[in-house]
């Protein structure tokens, strides 16, 4: 298991680009928040596909790092999205990741994706990764 | 129908800080390229998910308005991705998409990507857009 | 909306060869489960997957009618599961369906399957379907 | 690799349940089709989709026991599926599956779903198997 420090240090040492933040992690799950500004966002004042999935994939990796340390070469294996209301142009996304399985050498998780302070869903995300065998 | 051209000028006005382009695009295909810098690297000298999520979502966007023509606010509804190699560190992501289905109020459409050049698929992808009832 | 018994009508009639009985339905929820028997096994003692399917596809589609009363054009668009662990050969398959959104054109729901008395989840599946316009 | 006819003689044996044939395996390819009769339909003179599920799935497993042998244990991980059109009451749903990745561990594959003898697809699968590590 690793700490949400550790955890936050690895990927701000890792992925020095991210706009991502851990709110939280443990217990299966993890909380992470993206920062929203001029470059996530698309006309219409709607915030862009690809900052809600690049959310997603963090709150995934996050949580699985959680459980099981840091193994850098876990990867995604697969990712499959709905994009359900308009997120708000003004507020952070926040990936809420749940774990519905830790194997060996396979995770699966879903996340929740929010703008945050509002209660519906913009997005849902379930993913599944790859944890190398030796660890 | 819109021509490469009036898309490509679409997406630059309205997505000025994208870094895709569009090689080809008509008759229920588009074929784009994302550029790979220091930005669209993660550690281990690979290209990060969210670039190749990116690369889709804009080629089967660009597939569907070569059919329609620019109607802005067709929007992903589904998304689902199979990462299957480690993409190249110095080469563009290209995705070859081909829509499945264009019906009058949804499209689907499978998304086949590569680092430029070489023979075998990094990632896969099918997604689904809704398309607004007027057009 | 449609109550319990009427959807429990509706569906004997219209799906005379089915092997589901709805548990519970209402409030954007539903519960249902799928009888096991010799047709539902595969070699190695566990359940079929188009068992799990047929399960999680029902338990959708119950959890729309809940909502929207019965609308026998409402057809399933797409559906995605990860199959995390083996079911019981010996007990029914259990779907609890909570729906994400309930649009006017669009429902998304995720299934969770259980093998039935048991605590670990054994599929997960994501569906949406398409309600028809007029209703 | 197994032929044709092990592959044939393995699912007749061991799920001999199932109304599905094999027309052609080979090459990271497979085609299958499914019987289709009164417990196949659904009201409205339609396919139903546990059929087409089951269909996919039987087209990927042949496809990669065609390329490892006879493997009994490959399982299902995940499985994605979207419906685009109303298949044909009358027609066998046909699967021509191609495989995109046949790892070590993990094959990826795709299926496309036509009503027999009609050119457009009915509907489309993505699929990932579990090959277990010994073989």
Redesign the interface.
Known sequence: MASQQEIADFIAR??P?TRVKILEVGGMHATVAHEVG??EL???GTV???VM??TA?VALYVAILGEIGIV??T???????????KPSADRRIVGVCKL??L?R??A?G?VSLYSEGQPE?VA?A?G?Y?IPPKR
């Open positions: 890792e992925f680009q001029v470059d698309r006309p219409g862009s596909g690809p999935m690049a994939d850098p070469l990867v995604t294996t697969s990712l499959s999205f709905n994009f359900m209301r519905l399985k194997g050498t396979l699966v879903e869903m849902h379930v599944t790859a």
